[in-house]
């Protein structure tokens, strides 16, 4: 699961009042700072816990650099507020992929120094995960989980999308993602159902989408608009195959849970950690940044979290029991695909972007 996919919901949705707000608040904690100190924006609870395990304490130790964390999801307009009123007050900011792209096109963001990168470290990223104005350290997937007491082991269980759609062959009560957002939904899966190959997604067919999708509207028991929505769902067995973040069916599976996850046709996803425009300690904050690729600390990160490292040779690193639950395990690479976040945000002759014209499109469907 993207850590901040369901709070990037919200902060959509806040006015510019709330949103100024709480970037005073940001800027408070600039003023308190100190030469030396590093300001990093990270999400709350248990994930800046682990966050800071894996990525603050060691790079601490070995460069005496104090780290501030902002413990709160920052939206595009904080963000641009920030830079267009010359008071950054937050050195590394932490977005969805998409977003940093709307972050980086708008000007709001310095673009990243990778001569500094350890070159071993940087080869062995994964692409997409290396933008010019950001780095993605983890990635997580969305996926086909079934109830393994209504689809046991042995017995016929849907393979792919397609299969998913075929409520005959195989009747179950099903939920999927909802498409309220734009940026996020059922889309390529709808599109996956149709026929459509992995390595053809995009640029998406938007009217075959929603053709797809009118065929198993009928048979989703809900629309879920968070992770913790769907967690609940499976663990409560009011669905018996879903559309899920691999991390919540893991924290299921952990808990010995009937839930297994199908790794075909999966979706990548992944945040990306960037400097704002007039950071105060930029030069600092690109030695973080940095530090992010690292094989060991990524490691680190996916032994206390189920998030895949983007920089493979971490992959030896993590025993194999823990390296098989993440979503870019290179045995999973030729099932799998990864989102498309540029063609989400290309914007239209009618100025508006995909994802918007997505979000648009869902509204007058579900109606339907």
Known sequence: MSLLINRRHFMQATSSAVAFGALSSASGLARAGTA????????????AEVFKEAFVKP???ETGIRVVPIEQDLSTSQIGLMVESNNVSIDIV???????LVQAAAGYLERIDYSIFNKDDLDNTLDYCKEPFGFGPYVSSQNMVWNTEKFPAGKPRPSNWAEFWDVEKFPGTRSLETGAWGGEGPFEEALLADGVAMDALYPMDIDRVFASLDKIKPHIRKWWASGSEILQMLRDDVVEIAHSYDGRANSLIDAGEPIEINRNQAKLTWDIYAIPKGSPNGELAQKFIASLARPDRQATLAKLFAQSPSNKKAYSLIPDDIARKLAAHPDYASISYPSNPKWYAEVGPDGLTNSQRLTERWQEWILR
């Open 36 to 47: 030396g100190e590093l300001r990093v924006n990270m999400s709350g609870g248990n994930w």
């Open 59 to 61: 790079f601490e130790a």
């Open 94 to 100: 932490q977005a969805v992929a998409q977003d940093h």
